[in-house]
């Protein structure tokens, strides 16, 4: 029996299928979507028909789709978007989560409420911004879903009979759902958005949603209840006690499974839900595998002389020291920064310090999110390294030395697709946990001497950018 994996993030569309009780892989395609921090939807639904042409789907008994967290999706009466999605890096609603903030009573009101303090990515500050600066569009609005939860509803039927469903993780990343309570806060929904929207039901981790209804598709018999994109990496890794999970793709991002919600009253740590029924406290940051695409474009190399440049200069990149914010950023919360190269001279101006200096900066950001972890009483136990940017060989190689700790690098991989198949084969099987699918065997461990000295230049950096000095 085969079950398919669907992973919506920013940049792209991947799926997977697998083999329903190993989750031995047979087959994987990809699309790209368009760039920008707003999007169409259909967009999504395009790359999702692309990648399960040519077959993709025959034999395939469940589908599972996880995508990109916090994108806002307003759908009107008639189920019709009523606006581009605005997705989890545009920080237009910066304003508005300071407002929020503010309205009820400060940061710490929130994550008691919620488990996280609304940054410009959430999907209530958005909700706030659309009322505030498009009524027209915010009054023909009638339900709000997220990217995960549209791709799933149209899978099963949309309009024509499809219902709108999601589940605690993904919730978990709206603002106005508590994972520790397991229920809406439609106070705060209201408060952000001035009156009622409907929201989806939140399943359970192994319902089904029903069957496959959209035209042009083969009438698959399981949908499952899908999830947010990081929730699924953890799934399709298997990821245990003790194991902080960095994964660099679009977002950097550093999260574990945990027994217990988190709620960080600073903000850095996002106490969202996982997939399986426990908590996955998580830290942010705009800007990761892209600064590293940046950077190649701005020396005229591809990634893999990228890669090579950076491992030419030695630690500390002869001085240099990346601020990377070229997103904004939103942990630390910066919506507005741009990114800063300190510490130039005459002699540092070399495409090899440059490019060492990007990977180091974009690192930090992540070795900043695994401490802000572990002041959550998160245990790190191993660092498991994933997404694009853990391919190339010299972030697998600098990640050690920027991280204090060493690195375990499971073998290229697509896990957030892998943790929605694996959802689709649980969903499937009807089990109380999720089918075992083998470890991180194939994992390599890299180690190096710890480069303190990087990171206190980077913190002197960012310390003197927010005039924290
Ligand atoms: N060998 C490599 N070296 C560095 N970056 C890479 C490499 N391969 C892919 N990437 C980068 O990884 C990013 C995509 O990562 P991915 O985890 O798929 O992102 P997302 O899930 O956010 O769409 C792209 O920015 C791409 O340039
Ligand atoms: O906003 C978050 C997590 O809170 C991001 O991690 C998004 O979920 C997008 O992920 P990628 O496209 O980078 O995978």
Redesign the pocket.
């Known amino acids: 029996m085969l079950v398919a994996g669907v992973?919506s993030?920013?940049?792209?569309t991947?799926i997977v299928v697998r083999r329903a009780d190993t989750g031995e892989p047979v087959r994987a395609a990809q699309a790209p979507h368009p760039d920008g921090t707003e999007i169409d939807p259909r967009h999504w639904w395009e790359a999702l028909l692309a990648v399960c042409a040519d077959g993709m789907l025959e034999g395939v008994s469940a589908i599972g789709v996880a995508a990109?967290q916090h994108g806002m999706v307003a759908l009107d009466s008639a189920g019709e978007v009523v606006r581009p999605a605005l997705l989890w890096n545009d920080n237009r609603s910066a304003g508005a989560a300071r407002d929020l903030i503010a309205e009820l009573g400060g940061p710490r009101a929130w994550a008691q409420a919620v488990g996280s303090v609304p940054v410009a990515s959430l999907t209530v500050t958005k909700l706030r911004w659309l009322a505030e600066h498009e009524p027209a569009n915010a009054a023909r609005a009638e339900r709000v879903l997220l990217p995960h939860d549209w791709l799933t509803w149209r899978l099963t039927g949309g309009t024509g009979g499809g219902e709108a469903l999601t589940d605690r993780g993904d919730a978990s990343g709206t603002g106005y759902y508590s994972p520790a309570e397991g229920a809406y806060r439609t106070d705060l929904l209201r408060a952000a958005f001035g009156r009622d929207l409907a929201t989806p039901r939140v399943a359970g981790p192994a319902d089904t949603a029903g069957p496959v209804r959209a035209a042009g598709l083969p009438g698959i018999g399981t949908v499952s209840v899908g999830t947010g994109?990081n929730m699924a990496a953890a799934l399709g890794l298997g990821a245990g006690p003790g194991d902080v999970v960095v994964?660099?793709?679009?977002?950097g991002t550093a999260f574990a499974v945990a027994e217990e919600p988190t709620a960080d009253p600073s903000g850095l740590v996002t106490g969202f839900a996982d997939a399986t029924g426990r908590f996955l406290p998580l830290v942010c940051t705009l800007n990761a595998?892209?600064v590293?695409?940046a950077g190649a474009r701005m020396l005229g190399v591809d990634?893999?002389e990228?890669?090579r440049l950076a491992l030419e200069a030695p630690s500390g990149a002869h001085g240099l020291t990346l601020l990377p914010y070229l997103d904004g950023e939103r942990t630390p919360n910066l919506p507005d920064a741009t990114g800063r190269l300190d510490g130039l001279t005459r002699a540092n101006l070399t495409p090899p310090a440059i490019a060492r200096a990007f990977v180091e900066g974009m690192l930090c950001g992540l070795a900043d999110a695994v401490d802000a972890l572990t002041a959550q009483d998160v245990p790190v136990r191993r660092v498991l390294l994933i997404?694009?940017?853990a391919?190339?060989a010299a972030?697998r190689a600098i990640a050690p030395q920027i991280l204090g700790r060493p690195v375990v690098v499971p073998e290229p991989g697509e896990y957030?697709a892998d943790g929605a198949a694996r959802q689709a084969a649980w969903a499937l099987a009807g089990t109380a946990e999720p089918p075992e699918w083998g470890s991180t065997a194939a994992a390599e461990t890299y180690e190096a001497d710890p480069a303190p000295g990087v990171r206190e230049r980077y913190a002197q950096a960012r310390a003197a950018l927010t005039g924290t000095a």
């Open positions: 992973d993030s920013t940049q792209g991947k990109q994109d994964s660099l793709g679009t977002s595998a892209r590293l695409d990634l893999a990228f890669g997404g694009g940017a391919r190339s972030v957030v």
